[in-house]
C-alpha cells in the first residue's frame, strides 16, 4: 500500500516556475514507477511526466519535454516536478502516481495503482 499527497501548487504568472513535491508513504517505494498527471476543467486527465524507481529513466509528455523535470529522491521517499518556463495552458490540477508499469505503458494512467489528492496549478497570462 502506497500513499501519495502532492504539495507545492499554486498561482503563478507565465513564464514563472514552481516545483511540485509528492511524499509516499509505504515501504515499498522505491520499487515503484512514479508519474505527474494533470487534468484541466473540461478536459481529460493527461500524462505530464514520470520516473523508473532508480531514477534512471524518465519521459516527458511532448507539451512538457525541456521546460519540466522530474526527479525523485528515494531516501525522502519524494518525487518532484520541477516545472520552469510556465504557460497559461498548463493550468490544471496535478495529480501524482504510483504504479508498476511497462516503458511503453507509463503514459496510462490506468496503469498506476494508486494516487494523490491533487495539487492546483494556475498560470495567469
Known amino acids: 500500500q502506497v500513499q501519495l499527497v502532492e504539495s507545492g501548487g499554486g498561482l503563478v504568472q507565465a513564464g514563472g516556475s514552481l516545483r511540485l513535491s509528492c511524499a509516499a508513504s509505504?515501504?515499498?517505494?522505491?520499487?515503484?514507477?512514479l508519474g505527474w498527471f494533470r487534468q484541466a476543467p473540461g478536459k481529460e486527465r493527461e500524462f505530464v511526466a514520470a520516473?523508473?524507481?532508480?531514477?534512471?529513466?524518465?519521459y516527458y509528455a511532448d507539451s512538457v519535454k525541456g521546460r519540466f523535470t522530474i526527479s525523485r529522491d528515494n531516501a525522502k521517499n519524494t518525487v518532484y516536478l520541477q516545472m520552469n518556463s510556465l504557460k497559461p495552458e498548463d493550468t490544471a490540477v496535478y495529480y501524482c502516481?504510483?504504479?508498476?508499469?511497462?516503458?511503453?505503458?507509463?503514459?496510462?494512467?490506468?496503469?498506476?495503482?494508486?494516487w494523490g489528492q491533487g495539487t492546483q496549478v494556475t498560470v495567469s497570462s
Open positions: 502516481a504510483a504504479g508498476r508499469p511497462s516503458a511503453r505503458t507509463v503514459v496510462t494512467g490506468s496503469r498506476y495503482d494508486y
Open positions: 520516473i523508473s524507481w532508480s531514477g534512471g529513466n524518465t
Open positions: 509505504g515501504r515499498t517505494f522505491t520499487t515503484y514507477i
